[in-house]
């Protein structure tokens, strides 16, 4: 979990981590999961593989940025190499944080008040970038169901 020391605020370090694994579980295509068993049922399994693995830039940095995740309230932050290299279950842990908070439970004992601020400057970016992306989604979705809509 991240730590959470004498600093109230979000480094660099810290916000590029949670915004990096948030994309992650955002975008299948950056699972290593999903690389990894692409091609499970082919003979040449491991060959595939490894061509897309190469292609995602899993072991190698590119000169092109593989992805650019923009946010509203900071610069992008553009991947060299494929961004699920950056994932960490640690923030996977802020998002049930988050969950929880949502439904009224607090993360530390006492009132709102007395809640660490730089847990509730967490757990509104994360609100914030979980909200950017559902938009986002469900402007794909709305794009993909005018086009269907228009084929008939």
């Given at each position: 979990m991240i730590r959470f020391n004498e600093i109230n605020y979000i480094t660099d370090y810290e916000y590029a981590k949670i915004i990096t694994t948030i994309e992650v579980l955002f975008n299948k295509r950056f699972h290593c999961f999903t690389c990894k068993t692409k091609y499970a049922?082919?003979?040449?399994?491991?060959?595939?593989?490894m061509k897309v693995r190469?292609?995602?830039s899993c072991f190698s940095v590119r000169d092109a940025p593989v992805m650019r995740a923009t946010q509203q309230s900071a610069s992008d932050i553009e991947y060299y190499t494929c961004p699920g290299n950056f994932f960490d279950r640690?923030?996977?842990e802020l998002l049930e944080v988050v969950n929880n908070y949502e439904k009224g439970n607090l993360p530390f004992e006492g009132p709102l008040c007395e809640q660490p601020s730089k847990m509730l400057d967490i757990i509104q970016m994360i609100q914030d970038v979980k909200n950017k992306k559902n938009e986002e989604e469900r402007k794909k979705r709305d794009q993909q169901n005018?086009?269907?809509?228009?084929g008939r």
């Open positions: 049922n082919r003979t040449d399994h491991e060959t595939m593989t190469e292609m995602q640690s923030v996977v005018q086009r269907k809509s228009r």
